[in-house]
C-alpha cells in the first residue's frame, strides 16, 4: 500500500514559479514510477508529467514541455514538480499517481494508475 500527499499549490501570477512535492509512504518508493496529473474546472484530468521509478527517463505533455520539470529523491521518498513561467491554463487541481515498475511513458499513455494522491490546488491569475 502507498499513501501519497501533495503539497505545495497556491495562487500565482502568471510568470510566476512553485514547486509542487508529493510525499509517499512506504519502502517501495523506490520501485514506483511518479507522474503528476492535473484537472481543471470542468475538464477531464489530463497526464502533466512523469519520471521513472530509477529516475532514469522522464515523460511530459507537449503543454508543459520546457516550463515544468519532474524529479525525485528516493532517499525522502518524495516527487518534485517543479513549475516555472506558470500562465492561467495552468490553473487546476494537481495530483500525484504511482504505478509499480512501469515507464515514464506508459504513466502518459495508460489511464489506468494503482494509487492517487487527494490534490493540490495551482491557480494562476493573469
Known amino acids: 500500500q502507498v499513501q501519497l500527499v501533495e503539497s505545495g499549490g497556491g495562487l500565482v501570477q502568471a510568470g510566476d514559479s512553485l514547486r509542487l512535492s508529493c510525499a509517499a509512504s512506504g519502502r517501495t518508493f523506490s520501485s514506483y514510477t511518479m507522474g503528476w496529473f492535473r484537472q481543471a474546472p470542468g475538464k477531464e484530468r489530463e497526464f502533466v508529467a512523469a519520471i521513472k521509478w530509477n529516475g532514469r527517463s522522464t515523460y511530459y505533455a507537449d503543454s508543459v514541455k520546457g516550463r515544468f520539470t519532474i524529479s525525485r529523491d528516493n532517499a525522502k521518498n518524495t516527487t518534485y514538480l517543479q513549475m516555472n513561467s506558470l500562465k492561467p491554463e495552468d490553473t487546476a487541481v494537481y495530483y500525484c499517481?504511482?504505478?509499480?515498475?512501469?515507464?515514464?511513458?506508459?504513466?502518459?499513455?495508460?489511464?489506468?494508475?494503482?494509487?492517487w494522491g487527494q490534490g493540490t490546488q495551482v491557480t494562476v491569475s493573469s
Open positions: 499517481a504511482a504505478d509499480r515498475f512501469r515507464t515514464a511513458q506508459a504513466m502518459g499513455v495508460l489511464g489506468d494508475h494503482e494509487y
